[in-house]
């Protein structure tokens, strides 16, 4: 059974700071990973997708990195912003069905 | 498109009682899947279906939960009967086969029962 873990599982930072979130898995035979935003009360938005033959994804602040031969993924937010305050998950996929890890909650500070 | 819609958003119901969660994906997408989250567990798959056909229920948790998909546009989750113990938000999500795998949530439906 695949196992997701993120750590740390809460963060703050002052603003501006970069954001470094570590997500590892049991199972390197994955398909792809994702990496998910969620706010209180919400659903969960897709933030970054890469499947398992990619190194890394990027969209706009957002840098996301995998390493299947490890299982590890780092996401990187660059020069956070109080908006940015939220859950963020990782979840691995394996054909459709995806493995999540708890979340780390990140505040950003203004 | 306006994304997958869930109703109802909250719903208390008393032990015992049945509960009927609903789910519409968005147009299009050929993949459903109904998600638990709690504290204690975190996010869990309880079953998906491809093209209106339950694939894989395994993690539904027992014969109290029943999940149906009529058509390609509705799709029901349903609890019967009700225990404290499903207390939790449940997710539905679409994705299109095409589509890279990406996943799109409803806003979840948050369920207490007393």
């Known amino acids: 059974k695949q196992e997701v873990t993120q750590i740390p599982a809460a963060l703050s930072v002052p603003e501006g700071e970069n954001l470094v979130l570590n997500c590892s898995f049991t199972?390197?035979?994955?398909?792809?990973l994702q990496w998910f935003r969620q706010d209180p009360g919400k659903g969960l938005t897709s933030l970054l997708l890469?499947?398992?033959?990619?190194r890394e994804q990027t969209s706009g602040r957002l840098n996301a990195s995998l390493d299947k031969s490890s299982g590890r993924s780092t996401l990187y937010i660059a020069a956070s912003q109080p908006g940015d305050s939220a859950t963020y998950l990782c979840?691995?996929?394996?054909?459709?069905?995806?493995?999540f890890g708890a979340g780390t909650t990140v505040t950003v500070r203004a | 498109d306006a994304g997958v819609i869930q109703s109802p958003r909250h719903e208390v119901t008393e032990m015992g009682q049945e509960v009927t969660l609903r789910c519409k994906p968005i147009?299009?997408?050929?993949?459903l899947f109904w998600y638990r989250q709690t504290m204690m567990r975190g996010l869990e798959l309880l079953i998906y279906?491809?093209?209106?056909?339950?694939?894989?229920d395994s993690g539904m948790p027992e014969d109290r939960f029943s999940a149906k998909m009529p058509n390609a546009s509705f799709s029901t989750l349903k609890i019967q009967p009700s225990e404290p113990r499903d207390s939790a938000v449940y997710f539905c999500?679409?994705?299109?086969?095409?589509?890279?795998?990406?996943?799109?949530f409803g806003e979840g439906s948050w369920l207490t029962v007393v």
């Open positions: 199972d390197s035979a994955i398909y792809n």
């Open positions: 999500a679409s994705s299109d086969s095409g589509g890279g795998n990406t996943i799109y």
């Open positions: 279906f491809n093209n209106n056909v339950p694939i894989d």
């Open positions: 147009s299009g997408h050929d993949y």
């Open positions: 979840a691995v996929g394996n054909d459709y069905k995806l493995s």
């Open positions: 890469i499947q398992s033959s990619q």
